[in-house]
Nanobody, 114 residues
Framework: VQLQASGGGLVQAGGSLRLSCVASGNIASMINMGWYRQAPGKQRDLVAFITAAGSTNSVDSVQGRFTASRDNGKNTMYLQMNSLKPEDTAIYYC?????????WGQGTLVTVSS
């Protein structure tokens, strides 16, 4: 399984971005998939995820601003990010958790200027 993330960039505070993550390979045994982020000098933290049943969850710091979704037909997952803040600046990594293990995308940089 390979994951290809894209959509990062530079945006002003209050702006929006949509990240995409395309999965190649068999993800039929997907347990959940989602997004982590890692700010400079900090650990990688969970942002949002989607379960196999399709329910979505996000952490408190992005609730109401970030929404994870997926298009099964395209094997693609998205992270819609609205009302971005400078503290959202980080490298965003998509992942998929399968029965066989955890797989990561390469990361896409999001920079939010104040």
């Amino acid at each position: 399984v390979q994951l290809q993330a894209s959509g990062g960039g530079l945006v002003q505070a209050g702006g929006s971005l949509r990240l995409s993550c395309v999965a190649s390979g068999n993800i039929a045994s997907m347990i959940n998939m989602g997004w982590y982020r890692q700010a400079p000098g900090k650990q990688r933290d969970l942002v949002a995820f989607i379960t196999a049943a399709g329910s979505t969850n996000s952490v408190d710091s992005v609730q109401g601003r970030f929404t994870a979704s997926r298009d099964n037909g395209k094997n693609t997952m998205y992270l819609q990010m609205n009302s971005l803040k400078p503290e959202d600046t980080a490298i965003y990594y998509c992942y998929v958790r399968l029965g066989s293990g955890l797989y990561w995308g390469q990361g896409t940089l999001v920079t939010v200027s104040s």
